[in-house]
C-alpha cells in the first residue's frame, strides 16, 4: 500500500491511557445519515444481521448504505447474491486516484435498492484497519454517495477492538453488539463495550444494545446485561431459516413465507424501528476479567 499525505495520523493517550488511535480528517464527518457499527465476537451472525437489518431499512423506505469492513468482504453477500471487489483492491488498481473512479466501480444495489460497499482490509500482518476505513468514507464523500442516504451501516470484523476496527466508532451514532447466549459470546461483548465507551470520550457513538442472535434462550445475556447495565433489544431465535437463507445467497425478506421467517423478518423490523427511531445511549461498566468469570464461567 503506498503511503500518502492523507493517511490518518495515529494519536497517543486520547482515547485511554496509553492507547494509540487513528483520527479521521473530522471533514469525513458522515452527516444526515443515521450511522450504525455492528460489533460481535467472530462468527456470530454479524454480517447477516447487518444485511437483514438493511433489508428491514430499506423495507420501511430508507435508502439505505452497508459497508463491510473486513478482508473476507462478505458482508453485503446475501444483499447482492456474490462476493463484490474491495475499495482497497480498486483503489489499488488506480494507484489511488479516486478521481478515476465511479461509484460503480466499487457500489453495488443490492436487495431493496441497498447499496453495498466492501471497504476490505490491509494485507495481513500489514497496514491499519483505520485506513481502510478511512479511505472508504473518504472515497464516498468525493462521489456525495452519502448526501442521499437515510441509514448507513458498518459491519466490522470480530471482536477486534484495536484503534484501526474501532474507526468506524469515529463515524457511528450508536453501536450494536451481536452475541449468543454463551460465556465466550458475552466476554467478548464485555470488551467491544470497554472498546465504545472508551471512544465515546472524544466522539457521539453511544452504545445502543445488543442482539441475541442464534439462541434459544436468552438468560446469560439478560443477567450480564443487569449486572453492568446494559439492555438486549432484541432476539433472533436459533432457527435454520437464517442458515439456509445464506446458503442461498439471500435475506430473509427474500425467502418463501415460512413461520419462522416471518417471525424473524418481524424482529428485524421491529429492531429497525427501534433504532432508527433513537434508542437511550446506554453506557454500562464493563467488568473485570474474573468478575465475569465468576458471574458466567464454569463451576
Known amino acids: 500500500m503506498s503511503p500518502r499525505d492523507d493517511i490518518p495520523v495515529l494519536h497517543r493517550g486520547q482515547d485511554g491511557e496509553g492507547s494509540v488511535q487513528v483520527h479521521q480528517d473530522s471533514s469525513m464527518k458522515i452527516e ?21 437489518l438493511s433489508a428491514a431499512f430499506a423495507k420501511m423506505g430508507k435508502r439505505v448504505l452497508q459497508i463491510g469492513c473486513d478482508p473476507k468482504h462478505d458482508s453485503t453477500f446475501t444483499l447482492t447474491g456474490h462476493l463484490q471487489p474491495t475499495v482497497i483492491d480498486i483503489l489499488k488498481e488506480v494507484d489511488f486516484h479516486p478521481e478515476e473512479l465511479r461509484p460503480e466501480d466499487f457500489m453495488t444495489r443490492g436487495w431493496g435498492g441497498v447499496m453495498c460497499v466492501e471497504a476490505g482490509g490491509p494485507p495481513a500482518g500489514t497496514g491499519c484497519g483505520g485506513y481502510v476505513v478511512g479511505q472508504t468514507v473518504k472515497l464516498l464523500k468525493q462521489h456525495h454517495m452519502l448526501e442521499d442516504t437515510d441509514v448507513v451501516i458498518f459491519d466490522v470484523l470480530g471482536d477486534v477492538v484495536c484503534g484501526g476496527f474501532a474507526a468506524p466508532l469515529q463515524h457511528a451514532d450508536r453501536a450494536l453488539i451481536v452475541t449468543a447466549n454463551d460465556f465466550d459470546s458475552i466476554y467478548a461483548m464485555n470488551r467491544i463495550i470497554a472498546a465504545v465507551q472508551a471512544k465515546s470520550s472524544n466522539y457521539k457513538v453511544r452504545l445502543a444494545g445488543c442482539v441475541a442472535n442464534r439462541s434459544k434462550d436468552t438468560n446469560e445475556v439478560d443477567r450480564y446485561c443487569e449486572t453492568v447495565g446494559f439492555q438486549r433489544i432484541a432476539h433472533m431465535p436459533d432457527v435454520d431459516a437464517i442458515r439456509r437463507s445464506r446458503l442461498k445467497k439471500k435475506t430473509l425478506f427474500e425467502m418463501d413465507d415460512e413461520e419462522d421467517i416471518v417471525r424473524c423478518r418481524a424482529e428485524y423490523i421491529r429492531l429497525a424501528e427501534t433504532l432508527y427511531n433513537g434508542t437511550e445511549a446506554l453506557a454500562p461498566a464493563p467488568m473485570e476479567d474474573r468478575d465475569i468469570f465468576e458471574l458466567l464461567g464454569f463451576d
Request: charged fraction near 15%.
Open 32 to 52: 444526515g445519515a443515521k450511522v450504525f457499527s455492528v460489533y460481535g465476537k467472530g462468527g456470530i451472525g454479524k454480517s447477516t444481521t447487518s444485511s437483514n
